[in-house]
T-cell receptor, first 116, second 114 residues
């Protein structure tokens, strides 16, 4: 867990504000994934990125949510005009890519977003 | 559409005994399965995985069994220790569905009692 860095750990936003969540993958990992966990539920896939590319965003809400993984710097999950239903724990994971062990994703500690 | 199901929300087991966690799936395209452990306010920690070409994988106290015909897998923890008290998630992935997209079950809360 310590290898994947997420910040901030806790984020409080008022309705209508923007939330930016950051994720730095483990060293040597080029694949980043974002998941969301609502209270009392399992993790739900949101988006899968490689450097400068979105591979699969089938789990992302069509509006207000976007993600990027630039050539330099962390991956960013951006939520515009937040609503109370966006309150959740957002987890980032990374993997080295390739085959076989690429399925093994290593998670960060999460960002707990609270919308007031 | 819940493709990975953990039907037991909780499990209580005595220290030293075996913990058996179960997971069922509906998507026959899944070809890789993983188990994660999660403590409160932390991210999931990878435990063990298994490819669909195998039926068993063992790592220390953890063994995962896969029954493809029944679309069922289980995690055995022997012996159970107090530090094993956590929520355990089963996850699955399909090579044909962007490798990295893990589908998680709802989790099983394990409590190991002295």
């Amino acid at each position: 867990n310590a290898g994947v860095m997420q910040n901030p750990r806790h984020l409080v936003r008022r309705r209508g504000q923007e939330a930016r969540l950051r994720c730095s993958p483990m060293k040597g990992h080029s694949h980043v994934y974002w998941y969301r966990q609502l209270p009392e539920e399992g993790l739900k896939f949101m988006v899968y990125l490689q450097k400068e590319n979105i591979i699969d965003e089938s789990g992302m809400p069509k509006e207000r949510f976007s993600a990027e993984f630039p050539k330099e710097g962390p991956s960013i999950l951006r939520i515009q005009q937040v609503v109370r239903g966006d309150s959740a724990a957002y987890f980032c994971a990374s993997s080295p890519g390739g085959t076989g062990e690429s399925y093994e994703q290593y998670f960060g500690p999460g960002t707990r977003l609270t919308v007031t | 559409d819940q493709q990975v199901k953990q039907n037991s929300p909780s499990l209580s087991v005595q220290e030293g005994r075996i913990s058996i966690l179960n997971c069922d799936y509906t998507n026959s395209m899944f070809d890789y399965f993983l188990w994660y452990k999660k403590y409160p306010a932390e991210g999931p920690t990878f435990l063990i995985s298994i490819s669909s070409i195998k039926d068993k994988n063992e790592d220390g106290r953890f063994t995962v069994f896969l029954n493809k015909s029944a679309k069922h897998l289980s995690l055995h923890i022997v012996p159970s220790q107090p530090g094993d008290s956590a929520v355990y998630f089963c996850a699955a992935s399909a090579f044909t569905d962007s490798w990295g997209k893990l589908q998680f079950g709802a989790g099983t809360q394990v409590v190991v009692t002295p």
